[in-house]
């Protein structure tokens, strides 16, 4: 694997991490905003986060699985 390919590796795992995060933690401010405000959020926005969760899912698990550590230098 060359330099440029684990670049680009790299940065999509990177891209993975961050979405996940995201999720996590806008999901997090709609379920206080749900207590907090006494409503319900529309499904329309459960169904964006979930979706956008196993996007990070898959990009972290497709990404990480071509990265080895013989590509890394050990």
Not at 15 to 26: A, D, K, L, P
Not at 39 to 65: D, H, P, Q, T, W
């Amino acid at each position: 694997m060359n330099s440029n390919e684990l670049l680009i590796n790299g940065f999509i795992l990177t891209i993975g991490i961050m979405t996940i995060f995201i999720s996590i933690v806008s999901f997090g401010f709609m379920v206080m905003y749900q207590i907090r405000k006494k409503v319900r959020v529309n499904n329309y926005v459960k169904a964006i986060i979930g979706v956008a969760f196993v996007i990070g899912v898959a990009l972290v698990v497709v990404f990480g699985s071509r990265l080895d550590l013989k590509s890394l230098g050990f």
